[in-house]
């Protein structure tokens, strides 16, 4: 059986570290030097693993859209009928693995990443299609047309409850964020009744 060697121990670690720092710092602005510290490594090490301050940004971020997605996937696996997959991704988005202070720290900064980095916008521009699709898919047979522009609105409340969070003191309240924007998807639903 094949050894599993350091490379892969020491890359999680440093990208917990990156996500560590970020949300510890609130900006971009960590360095190499942060990250490989807070990893119990050497700033050559994570170099050496990743090249660029931006790929281990980059490699953060992959991992957080992983569990993000894994979240996902289970909650939808349980979902019945499309009310409950929206309330299904409505609370994967506000669980407790997406919704901490250092991982809300990291998609925020992930969007100003974005900004400037043509990998970063590929891989916002994917959550953002797959989060679409998702809504749209279960919005499809409750508003019908409508669908779209709903889907788009609740893709802009779950956004912008993360960006209000960031703003906030104290530990994030996922059960209060989700409520927050099923409130308005219900509103939604009314109004197609």
Known sequence: ?????????????????????????????????????????????????FGSKEQIFLAAMRHVLTLYGAEVRGALAAAEGPKGRLQAVVRASFASGSFRREVIGAWLNFYVLAQTLP?????????????????????????????????????????????????????PDGIRAAAVVTDYLERELDAEA
């Open 1 to 49: 059986m094949p050894k599993l060697g350091m490379e892969p121990i020491r890359k999680a670690a440093l990208v917990k570290a990156t996500i560590s720092e970020i949300g510890r710092v609130g900006t971009l602005d960590v360095t190499v030097s942060q990250i490989a510290k807070r990893a119990g490594m050497s700033s050559a090490l994570a170099h050496h693993y």
């Open 119 to 171: 990998e970063a916008r590929r891989l916002l521009g994917i959550y953002q299609m797959r989060l679409h699709s998702n809504l749209v898919h279960a919005l499809r047979p409750l508003v019908g047309a409508r669908a779209d522009d709903v889907a788009r609105g609740l893709g802009a409340m779950i956004d912008g409850v993360y960006l209000r969070e960031v703003l906030k003191g104290g530990t």
